[in-house]
């Protein structure tokens, strides 16, 4: 198949900072993109010229191993040159390094910088402060807009389409940046979307999303086409935001008697890394209607098309 | 750039007095320091000789404003703020009285620290300043002041600036123990573990942002205790910077019975709201943060109704290294003496509240509140006094600004009028060329 023949998808901004501001369009551009990417990336020859010569650099301020390693792959297979920089935030002195640290970047003459940062907005203020284009590999709570690409892409080459279908995202939907990327990106594809969790993991507003609002798994997975899991962090499961991680999982981790509420043919899903026995039981994360390990796979391919659409914009691109 | 004290006649103009709300057109005699006379057609004929005669045809002339809360670095954090440049500031905006406060480094908690600030006043500000004075010793929330050697000291009021007393205990006992001296207590009223990692209001934008939110309740509860235990000791309670319409209702309860209860709302508070936010613009971060649309304008009326007593600009200069930074790194607060008049005229140019109660609630309540003199025009007061050009039209450029920070959340504002001349006590301490 000759990717290079089809009509160059483009994206209009210089950025991926975020599913919020992207149309319909755009989403379903970069999607159909990354199917062509899934079909490159199952051959022997992995290899195509779109980013050569440009300078990648993975800028991680937070810890990753799924994230990073996908953009860093994506950015190989792509051709570009790719560099990693992971700055412990503990050896950070936080934002103002930030901001030092993109200008010291900026005059390497980077053309894409892949910027995660345990910071709502972080991103964004870097992005403003440097020349090449940047993509959000996660702020703080606010968006993480490859993952929610990554899921969308996983859903429809398994649902056919992402329209109508009735996904529920459950767990901390308080502190995810998947959980808002998501909701923006399924509601923009006209998805129900409905979120089911302890109300204290439950951010305020939350039922003006254009979201389902549940505090039962029972009644929030009735009927559901996908079911989504989220990372509960262990700061927060002791005491502070629930009471224990028994308790939790008691409630609201997915096993296979909360799933038998969902329709039969539910699918799973979960952004990783997961917390067995807290959110998610082995026996689904690794049953038959799992998809946790094809998401993955679509995490590469849609980085490369996200990095290729960008890429498009770039001088003397 | 103090002129001499020669006599100063503003002839020609609209004269508002909130303190007798007289509102009319005619001249206004200043000499010695004093205002000797305001009336209409007083002319060049019957004043003293070498008097200045400033033409304020199309102005108004009106008491110099009273800030009852502004930051100021010194000592500690000279490279903030100073006295000589927030007093700068001041003057260009029309504030003639600034009351700084204790949360300075050290703090403002022993008479010697009270006399350095008045000292260092004397020889570099060009508007008053008077201290508020700590509430607790080094502001921890343990232990009270030497609240009368400080009152004795010149300390106008008893704070701990923008931290809240959580110890109940302590504050009732401070309260208790400030009504023999008459002191008044001045409380932020955020509980802090209800703010917790909140930095801005929470609800369904702080939500979409992915920032922790500040409930409402916060304040409300702090609000609630303190006027509780206020009523409980009797002594004079004032709300340093309230922002929820919930917050009025227990205002207006406690006010029904206890005369000692008063409040403040910052110019923020009353002009912008968390929209202002927008892509996280930390400019607008502050502590308490901006509230939605209903509590701005819950606040506005109850300025008009007198339920909130003042407007203070909450001036904090903040610098780039505290403010270029993620939203939830960043530093709350915003300068704002040299824009709250000009930023509250807006509220007047829409119609949402006279001109009449915004100058009362920036001069007269603040001079009643705290027993200064200003905050009025009659014959024999002190000569502090603006003349403010209500139309004039003009974009706000932050480097412009006087302080020694910009973080100001008007930048690039329109605005619809303009101070021209500050006088302090008789001299020309500002006037715009």
Not at chain 2, 207 to 234: C, F, H, W, Y
Request: aromatic share 4%; net charge negative.
């Amino acid at each position: 198949m000759n990717i290079a023949q089809k009509p160059t998808f483009v994206l209009r901004q210089r950025h991926l900072l975020g599913i919020e501001g992207l149309s319909r369009d755009e989403i379903t551009g970069l999607l159909d993109r990354a199917e062509e990417f899934v079909e490159l990336n199952r051959q022997i020859e992995k290899k195509q010229s779109t980013l050569r010569g440009r300078t990648q650099i993975n800028l991680f301020f937070e810890a990753s191993t799924r994230t990073q390693s996908s953009f860093e792959i994506a950015g190989k297979r792509l051709g570009a040159d790719v560099m990693n920089m992971s700055v412990g935030s503990s050896s950070m002195r936080k934002g103002e390094t930030l901001l030092d640290t993109a200008i010291t970047l900026n005059a390497m003459h980077p053309d894409i910088l892949v910027v995660r940062h345990h910071a709502s907005g972080a991103v964004d203020l870097l992005a403003r402060k440097v020349d090449c284009s940047v993509i959000n590999a996660g702020d703080g709570a606010h968006e993480h807009p490859t993952q929610a690409l990554l899921d969308a892409l996983t859903i429809r080459r398994n649902k056919g389409t992402i329209e109508g279908l009735t996904v529920t995202i459950c767990g901390d939907i308080a502190h995810s940046r998947v959980a808002r990327s998501n909701i923006i990106l399924l509601n923009t594809l006209g998805a129900r979307v409905r979120v089911v969790a302890p109300s204290t993991l439950l951010p305020s507003g939350i039922e003006r999303f254009g979201v389902d609002v549940f505090r039962d798994m029972r009644e929030g997975l009735h009927n559901s086409d996908i079911v989504m899991m989220l990372r509960l962090q262990r700061e927060r499961m002791n005491g502070s935001f629930v009471p224990s991680s028994q308790e939790y999982f008691h409630y609201f981790g997915l096993d296979e008697r909360k799933l038998g509420y969902a329709k039969p043919d539910a699918l799973v899903m979960h952004p990783g890394p997961m917390n067995r026995g807290v959110e998610i039981d082995s026996s689904v994360a690794d049953g038959a209607q799992s998809l946790i390990r094809e998401q993955v796979e679509m995490g590469v391919a849609v980085r490369m098309a996200a990095l290729d659409a960008l890429s498009r914009n770039l001088r003397n691109a | 750039m103090l002129s001499d004290r020669r006599p100063i006649l503003l002839t020609n103009a609209r004269i508002l007095d909130p303190s007798r709300d007289l509102d009319f057109a005619g001249d206004l005699l200043i000499a010695d320091g004093l205002i000797r006379d305001s009336k209409r057609g007083i002319g060049a004929a019957g004043v003293p000789e070498g008097t200045e005669i400033v033409d304020c045809r199309d102005k108004i002339v009106a008491p110099g404003l009273i800030d009852l809360r502004a930051f100021v670095g010194e000592p500690g954090a000279e490279y903030r703020e100073t006295l000589a440049s927030a007093s700068q500031a001041a003057a260009a905006g029309g504030v003639t009285t600034i009351v700084c406060q204790p949360d300075t480094n050290p703090p403002i908690d022993e008479p010697p620290m009270v006399d350095f600030v008045l000292r260092r006043a004397r020889d570099t500000a060009i508007v008053h300043v008077h201290p508020m004075a700590a509430l607790t010793k080094g502001l921890r929330g343990e232990e009270m002041t030497e609240i009368g050697l400080l009152k004795a000291a010149g300390a106008v009021a008893f704070t701990d600036g923008a931290k809240s007393v959580t110890n109940a205990q302590v504050i009732r006992r401070a309260l208790t123990y400030a009504r023999d001296f008459d002191a008044l207590i001045v409380h932020h009223t955020e509980d802090p573990n209800l703010v917790g990692e909140g930095v801005m209001n929470e609800g369904e934008f702080a939500a979409r942002l992915g920032l922790s939110g500040v409930p409402k309740a916060a304040e409300i509860v702090m609000l609630e205790r303190d006027v509780r235990l206020a009523a409980l000791a009797g002594g004079r309670y004032h709300a340093a910077s309230i922002t929820c319409a919930e917050s009025l209702e227990v205002l207006r309860r406690a006010k029904e019975t206890n005369p000692n209860i008063t409040a403040s709302v910052s110019i923020n508070h009353i002009t912008l709201n968390e929209v202002d936010v927008g892509s996280y613009r930390t400019f607008c971060k502050l502590a308490p943060p901006l509230r939605d649309e209903a509590d701005r304008a819950a606040m506005v009326e109850a300025l008009t109704s007198g339920l909130v007593d003042a407007v203070m600009s909450d001036h904090d200069p903040q610098d780039v290294e505290t403010k270029r930074l993620p939203f939830a790194e960043a530093s709350p607060g915003a300068i704002g003496i040299e824009t709250m008049l000009v930023a509250g005229l807006r509220l007047v140019h829409n119609g949402e509240i006279t001109l009449m109660s915004l100058l009362k609630a920036m001069s007269t309540r603040p001079a009643e509140l705290l027993g200064l003199p200003g905050g009025t025009l009659r014959a024999g007061s002190v000569a502090d006094v603006i003349v403010v050009d209500l139309d004039v039209p003009w974009v706000l450029d932050r480097a412009q600004l006087k302080s020694k920070c910009k973080n100001t959340p008007f930048d690039e504002a329109r605005l619809q009028g303009r101070v021209v001349r500050t006088i302090v006590a008789g001299r020309t301490a500002y006037e715009y060329v």
